[in-house]
Structure formats: C-alpha cells, structure tokens
C-alpha cells in the first residue's frame, strides 16, 4: 500500500521558518514526480511546488518565488519542503503528493500536516 507521510508544520511567527518532509513508500520513487500542495479554510487546494521525478525541474507557484525550495532524495524516499520568510497567508494544510511520471495525474496524497504563520 502506497503511503505519504508528511512531517514539520506547526505554528510559526511570520518572517520565520520550517521544514516539511515526506515520507514516501512509492516505488521506485525515482520514477515520481512529486508536488507539495496546500489548502487553506475556505479556499481550493492549489499547488505551493512540483519537483521532476530526477529532481532536475522544478516548479513554483509564484506566491512562492524566492521563499520556498523544493527538493527530492531519491536514495532515501523522501520529499522536502523548504519554507523561509513565511507570511500570515501561507498557513494551510500542506499535502505532499505522488505521480508515476507516465501517469497524467497525482494519485497518491498523504494525510497534511498544518501550518499556522501567526503575524
């Protein structure tokens, strides 16, 4: 059974930091592309950052440019987030999710984990 286990939101100050990791069971996960979704209370989910399944492309929403950095280790299965200058409007249930990079969309989703940015 395919698992995606997210890690590291909590509550943050605004202008500080955090780290979300990834814990996938994919295999081979070098053939995941992989994403880092977000939603917020009220809102639809969007994505927040894509990452090619060799790690060589990346994509960034561009409420993200500059602030957030996406990584993948293909030797350790897992999926980071990297979330710096965090803003009020970045607090949101973060899901990482999965798609075999032949497949049209993301089928495997974790459960989130919640991130608050208090201002």
């Known amino acids: 059974q395919v698992q995606l286990i997210e890690s590291g939101g909590g509550l943050v100050q605004a202008g500080g930091s955090l780290r979300l990791s990834c814990a996938a069971s994919v295999r081979p996960f070098s053939s995941y592309e992989m994403g880092w979704f977000r939603q917020a209370p009220g809102k639809e989910r969007e994505v927040v950052a894509r990452i090619s399944s060799n790690g060589g492309t990346k994509y960034y929403a561009d409420s993200v440019k500059g602030r957030f950095t996406i990584s993948k280790d293909n030797a350790e299965n897992m999926l980071y987030l990297q979330m710096n200058s965090l803003k009020p409007e970045d607090t949101a249930v973060y899901y990482c999710?999965?798609?075999?990079?032949?497949?049209?969309?993301?089928?495997?989703w974790g459960q989130g984990t919640q991130v608050t940015v208090s201002s």
């Open positions: 999710a999965a798609r075999w990079y032949l497949s049209n969309d993301y089928r495997h």
